[in-house]
């Protein structure tokens, strides 16, 4: 049961010299606290930097055509070629673990391509299927995105971005407004703007226009050619095999040598982010191992104040020993001395970073800023929960030695000890 006169006990045992406890507990207070701000930190940059690719497919891959490098059937070395229509229905066939795909080819850009009655602006044009807004997420601001039946009956209407509806409409709702794109007439079906700020695929959608693939694709007169290639995997599916298929099919259709290493050209975009994710990992162990380190020097602080209470007391724990206390009652005192001090120090340092953190996370709110490389920055439950266990561990490991220590005095030799 909880002893009253016990805690009392020991705090004064603590209280008795302030100076020394509280030299001894700072070690302990700041090793905490490093460790929670260093986590914290370690998350608002993990925050900041993949905020910025927020809604962009992690497993997503891109293809392109260049140049070739090898000779093959009769074609020289540094021929070009493009990607055909025929490629796509292909790739669905033949591999499996594709989630989206996506074909896209670019309109012409001249000077003020874009009209709407009097207002002119000059943006991109992009020629997409549906599953171009899986693999880069857009948000919605007016009506709907391109479907399948636009893409199937080439029906002449277009998505088009933020800021182009800001310099043709003012920001007003443009659904069923038809604009001119590079000469011919679209109708506006929807508004958007990509949700991430930081990656985009042939410039920022929200200064774009989309149109559907095939629409795009007959009106600039392009035959069954396209540009680019983007597609996602299944999560379960090794990225690496899907673009080793992909390669392989592009190659072969094309008259490519299968061993040409520059014609293919591949963004994997599903390898930088599994980077990212393997640098974020390292950094969270780095951190754990610096404020452990500095956490382990201020238990390290707290277990040497114990040896020397216990030598100090020497005399004190030979007469309990005489009164015929119990091993387990002159370990238990020892060790509950050392975990007071740790846990008070502890949860101090504790409660002090998580208020620092969320200080500084209101302060980046308040004030928020675009493409941000720090936001954020918190310590979840899991990981409070994890560095009050370690706490409340280091602070038992501290008593150890100590207790010990106080285990080894005879109560003959105590007594006596001038």
Request: with cysteine; glycine share 10%; net charge neutral.
């Amino acid at each position: 049961m909880f002893d009253i006169d016990r805690w009392i006990e020991i705090w004064v045992t603590i209280t008795r010299n302030k100076t020394r406890s509280l030299l001894t507990c700072f070690g302990v207070f700041w090793g905490i606290l490093m460790l929670v701000i260093l986590l914290g930190s370690g998350k608002g940059m993990k925050n900041g930097i993949m905020g910025g690719l927020e809604g962009f497919s992690t497993n997503s891959v891109f293809f392109y055509a260049d140049r070739t490098s090898e000779p093959y059937k009769g074609f020289n070395k540094g021929r070009w070629w493009s990607m055909r229509n025929r490629d796509i229905e292909s790739i669905l066939r033949n591999i499996d673990g594709i989630e989206h795909i996506s074909p896209i080819i670019w309109g012409s850009r001249g000077e003020k391509n874009i009209v709407f009655g009097q207002m002119t602006g000059t943006f991109g044009v992009k020629g997409v299927m549906p599953g171009f807004f899986q693999i880069e997420q857009q948000d919605l601001y007016y009506g709907r995105l391109l479907n399948d039946i636009d893409t199937q009956e080439k029906r002449k209407v277009c998505l088009i971005g933020k800021k182009v509806n800001e310099t043709l409409f003012h920001n007003e709702d443009p659904c069923g407004k038809f604009i001119r794109v590079n000469g011919l007439y679209y109708q506006v079906v929807g508004v958007v703007s990509g949700k991430s700020p930081n990656i985009n695929i042939g410039g920022r959608s929200e200064e774009s226009v989309f149109l559907p693939f095939t629409t795009l694709q007959q009106s600039s007169n392009q035959g069954d050619i396209f540009h680019f290639m983007g597609l996602s995997v299944h999560r379960d599916v090794p990225v690496q095999s899907v673009i080793d298929g992909v390669s392989a099919i592009l190659k072969t259709q094309n008259e490519i040598a299968p061993e040409d290493p520059q014609a293919v050209g591949v963004v994997n975009l599903a390898a930088q982010f599994a980077t990212f994710e393997m640098l974020f990992t390292g950094i969270d162990m780095l951190v754990w191992l610096v404020g452990m380190g500095t956490l382990l020097a201020g238990i390290i602080g707290v277990s040497n104040i114990m040896m020397v209470t216990v030598r100090e007391r020497t005399k004190e724990i030979g007469v309990r020993r005489a009164l015929g206390a119990k091993p387990f009652n002159i370990i238990s005192q020892v060790m509950s001395e050392s975990l007071l001090l740790t846990a008070l120090a502890g949860l101090m340092g504790l409660s002090l970073g998580v208020f620092l953190l969320d200080f500084v996370s209101r302060m980046l709110a308040a004030q928020p800023a675009e493409n941000a490389p720090f936001s954020n920055p918190e310590v979840s439950i899991q990981t409070a929960v994890a560095a009050t266990a370690v706490l409340l561990f280091s602070g038992l490991l501290a008593g150890l030695i100590p207790a010990w220590r106080a285990m080894q005095i005879k109560a003959i030799d105590a007594i006596r000890e001038e």
